[in-house]
């Protein structure tokens, strides 16, 4: 879940610690934006901005930035040891917009790093190459727009949503955006569980406090948190539902068609409406004792590990390998390889040989953390985890290969998945 405490706590520019000459500043676009790193303007470095005004500055989200930080890829000029606060040199702007232009291109995060910090060879090289992408994906979507196009005249009307949104007296009620709650339904729709003997993990618990909307489902295996900011603020006392996730998913889908959904939690329903009153649906709330997620997040060990990787790939290893009980992704300075997990050999067997396995997926990706690191999955449990993430590059973050493993994104830092790893293959674990 993103945090807003950088930019809420610390709103103005810091002022800037004592003129020193031997902490120059990097003003290279190479440079990860640490202060001490090579190249200087002088005796006297620039004034510190907040997150807050720094992100204004340079069009990128404070979420964002603190993706990025935790990738290596945009380090803060300076981190506040007690508060945890981040600050920014105005030198680091251009790295900034030249790493948020090279984004909304859609260049995985790994060569955004090979643009900024490679030689100018091997990032024209990456350059050219995803250009020719950006080219063939164009051409793709023109061709089949087209057809589209060409058989409107054949398509059926989709009609008007049904239901009078017949009123319920409200006690809790909040006004959302529509495509965000039907994203929102989406994303932690792929955690919810089928185990009859646990019906309310085939639940979504929603949450309303104060200014804020949460959706949480697990299925023990994976857990996953999606929050929302309101359109219109809270109004009642705050409220607490599970709805059924077979519904709440159709409503989700009539959520996408609204601009805005208003959300009204009463004793007996939970009612959304369309912000212009054309539709309604009705939901029924279930009781149930939840999960308790927040204890689970607050006790995540400290984040020994961070990989980051372009996520369609690694969707598309995970996938090609969801006929194996579990794969084991090995992570390297810079690439990950995904692969079938070693079975574990019975008593007096021996196990399947190397010219039997397939060869490994290798892919580029930035790593943070020291030593070698083998961490496996249920295939079937890390694709979904990954298929309901946002944007071209996804972070994983790992404490042990027997914890609770953390996948984020920098395109919604509002959305957060755990994956519980399985028992790794032999070899190395970090």
Same mark, same amino acid.
């Given at each position: 879940?993103?945090? /807003?405490?950088?930019?809420?706590? !610390?709103?103005?520019?810091?002022?800037?610690?004592?003129?020193?000459?031997?902490?120059?500043?990097?003003?290279?676009?190479?440079?990860?934006?640490?202060?001490?790193?090579?190249?200087?303007?002088?005796?006297?470095?620039?004034?510190?901005?907040?997150?807050?005004?720094? $992100?204004?500055?340079?069009?990128?989200?404070?979420? $964002?930035?603190?993706?990025?930080?935790?990738?290596?890829?945009?380090?803060?000029?300076?981190?506040? &040891?007690?508060?945890?606060?981040?600050?920014?040199?105005?030198?680091?702007?251009?790295?900034? =917009?030249?790493?948020?232009?090279?984004?909304?291109?859609?260049?995985?995060?790994?060569?955004?790093?090979?643009?900024?910090?490679?030689?100018?060879?091997?990032?024209?090289?990456?350059?050219?190459?995803?250009?020719? /992408?950006?080219?063939?994906?164009?051409?793709?979507?023109?061709?089949?727009?087209? $057809?589209?196009?060409?058989?409107?005249?054949?398509?059926?009307?989709?009609?008007?949503?049904?239901?009078?949104?017949?009123?319920?007296?409200?006690?809790?009620?909040?006004?959302?955006?529509?495509?965000?709650?039907?994203?929102?339904?989406?994303?932690?729709?792929? $955690? *919810?569980?089928?185990?009859?003997? @646990?019906?309310?993990?085939?639940?979504?618990?929603?949450?309303?406090?104060? !200014?804020?909307?949460?959706?949480? &489902?697990?299925?023990?295996?994976?857990?996953?948190? =999606?929050?929302?900011?309101?359109?219109?603020?809270? #109004?009642?006392?705050?409220? @607490?539902?599970?709805?059924?996730? +077979?519904?709440?998913?159709?409503?989700? +889908?009539?959520?996408?068609?609204?601009?805005?959904?208003?959300?009204?939690?009463?004793?007996? %329903?939970?009612?959304?409406?369309?912000?212009?009153?054309?539709?309604?649906?009705?939901?029924?709330?279930?009781?149930?004792?939840?999960?308790?997620?927040?204890?689970?997040?607050?006790?995540?060990?400290?984040?020994? @590990?961070?990989?980051?990787?372009?996520? +369609?790939?690694?969707?598309?290893?995970?996938?090609?390998?969801?006929?194996?009980?579990?794969?084991?992704? =090995?992570?390297?300075?810079?690439?990950?390889?995904?692969?079938?997990?070693?079975?574990? &050999?019975?008593?007096?067997?021996?196990?399947?040989?190397? /010219?039997?396995?397939?060869?490994?997926?290798?892919?580029?990706?930035?790593?943070?953390?020291?030593?070698?690191?083998?961490?496996?999955?249920?295939?079937? *449990?890390?694709?979904? %985890?990954?298929?309901?993430?946002?944007?071209?590059?996804?972070?994983?973050?790992?404490?042990?290969?027997?914890?609770?493993?953390?996948?984020?994104?920098?395109?919604?830092?509002?959305? #957060? #998945?755990?994956?519980?790893?399985?028992?790794? &293959?032999?070899?190395? #674990?970090?």
């Amino acid at each position: 879940m993103d945090s /807003t405490m950088d930019s809420a706590k !610390n709103p103005s520019p810091s002022p800037s610690p004592s003129p020193s000459p031997s902490r120059p500043v990097d003003i290279s676009i190479g440079s990860t934006g640490s202060v001490g790193s090579t190249g200087s303007i002088g005796l006297f470095q620039p004034e510190l901005l907040s997150i807050s005004v720094f $992100a204004r500055r340079v069009g990128l989200a404070p979420s $964002a930035l603190r993706f990025y930080d935790d990738c290596g890829v945009l380090v803060p000029a300076e981190v506040d &040891a007690a508060t945890g606060y981040r600050s920014y040199s105005p030198d680091q702007e251009l790295r900034a =917009r030249v790493l948020k232009s090279l984004r909304e291109s859609g260049l995985p995060l790994a060569e955004v790093m090979v643009v900024l910090d490679g030689d100018p060879e091997t990032a024209r090289e990456v350059l050219e190459r995803h250009r020719d /992408t950006v080219r063939e994906r164009s051409r793709t979507a023109d061709a089949t727009i087209a $057809a589209v196009l060409r058989s409107l005249p054949g398509l059926e009307s989709l009609g008007a949503a049904d239901g009078d949104g017949t009123e319920e007296e409200p006690v809790t009620r909040v006004r959302l955006g529509g495509p965000e709650l039907a994203g929102a339904v989406r994303q932690v729709g792929s $955690a *919810v569980g089928s185990d009859p003997a @646990h019906p309310v993990l085939g639940r979504v618990l929603m949450e309303i406090d104060e !200014n804020e909307v949460r959706l949480v &489902a697990t299925d023990r295996y994976r857990l996953a948190v =999606r929050v929302l900011k309101p359109v219109i603020a809270v #109004t009642g006392p705050d409220r @607490h539902v599970l709805l059924d996730a +077979a519904p709440l998913a159709d409503a989700g +889908a009539w959520a996408a068609g609204c601009s805005a959904v208003t959300f009204e939690a009463g004793s007996e %329903a939970v009612v959304w409406s369309d912000a212009d009153g054309s539709g309604s649906r009705e939901l029924t709330p279930w009781e149930g004792e939840f999960p308790a997620y927040r204890e689970m997040l607050a006790e995540l060990p400290e984040i020994r @590990h961070r990989l980051i990787v372009d996520r +369609a790939a690694l969707l598309a290893a995970v996938t090609g390998l969801l006929g194996v009980p579990a794969i084991a992704l =090995r992570l390297g300075e810079d690439d990950v390889q995904i692969a079938p997990a070693a079975p574990p &050999a019975a008593d007096g067997e021996s196990t399947a040989s190397d /010219t039997e396995a397939p060869e490994p997926t290798t892919l580029r990706a930035l790593r943070l953390g020291e030593g070698p690191l083998r961490v496996g999955f249920d295939p079937a *449990v890390l694709a979904p %985890a990954l298929e309901a993430s946002v944007g071209p590059d996804v972070l994983l973050e790992v404490s042990s290969v027997t914890r609770p493993v953390v996948v984020r994104s920098a395109d919604q830092g509002s959305f #957060t #998945t755990l994956v519980m790893p399985v028992a790794p &293959a032999a070899g190395p #674990t970090g």
